[in-house]
């Protein structure tokens, strides 16, 4: 069946933090070797009558406020007809290390998070996928008590206000935890994904883009 969501004449622009980088900029380029290139491999090896454009804007280390100020020339520029976000978990470790509690935090990320997909929906034709952030206690010695739970409740409320299909990455890698006791998912981090956690999110993302 070709329910695919992407058609010839496509872009599917996916833009987020170093989980999205992936090397793009540099070694990598232009897609990174991360869940973006296999998301892109699998597409074209199933659909190669397609003609669909694929960009790559991560950047390792960005946050969500870091998204807002590079939106024009990254997003807005390049008149994608799909749009996927992967942020947060930058801005949930960062919260941890400056000691500032999630009450406080928290709505001043929902709400930047809020204007760029804003401008996105207002600003151009556009549809949205957002991801689930993640943290993988278990491939971590010493883990942090970071608030992944709160931001993905924002990411939920934020993805049914605007119309945007959910990647739930987090709950996949719980099951795929659960499912395979002392496998590694990420690089030992908890946080940023081995090959086989890249793999896992490029068909959590496939799954929502009808694949």
């Known amino acids: 069946m070709n329910?695919?969501?992407?058609q010839s004449g496509d872009?599917?622009?996916?833009?987020?933090?170093s989980i999205t980088d992936c090397g793009r900029r540099d070694a990598h380029?232009?897609?990174?070797?991360?869940?973006?290139r296999k998301i892109t491999e699998l597409i074209t090896a199933k659909y190669p009558e397609r003609d669909i454009a694929y960009?790559?804007?991560g950047i390792g280390g960005d946050i969500v406020e870091g998204l807002e100020s590079r939106w024009d020339t990254d997003v807005i520029d390049?008149?994608?007809?799909?749009?996927s976000v992967k942020i947060g978990i930058n801005n949930a470790s960062r919260q941890h290390g400056e000691?500032?509690?999630t009450e406080e935090y928290l709505p001043l990320w929902e709400e930047c998070y809020r204007r760029i997909l804003t401008r996105a929906k207002t600003e151009l034709d556009v549809s949205l996928f957002m991801f689930e952030i993640f943290y993988i206690e278990e491939d971590v010695d010493m883990p942090r008590p970071l608030a992944?739970?709160?931001y993905n409740e924002s990411i939920h409320k934020?993805?049914?206000e605007f119309d945007a299909r959910l990647i739930p990455t987090n709950a996949a890698f719980d099951l795929a935890v659960a499912a395979r006791p002392g496998a590694l998912w990420t690089t030992q981090d908890g946080v940023h994904p081995n090959p086989e956690g890249h793999t896992l999110m490029a068909l959590e993302f496939l799954r929502q883009a009808d694949w």
Do not use: C, R, T
């Not at 380029?29 to 973006?36: E, F, K, M, R, S």
């Not at 390049?78 to 749009?83: A, D, I």
């Open 3 to 6: 329910n695919l969501l992407f």
């Open 29 to 36: 380029a232009p897609l990174g070797h991360g869940y973006v």
């Open 11 to 17: 872009k599917v622009l996916f833009i987020g933090d």
């Open 99 to 101: 000691g500032v509690s």
């Open 55 to 57: 960009v790559n804007k």
């Open 148 to 150: 992944v739970d709160a």
């Open 158 to 160: 934020l993805s049914e």
């Open 78 to 83: 390049e008149k994608p007809q799909w749009l």
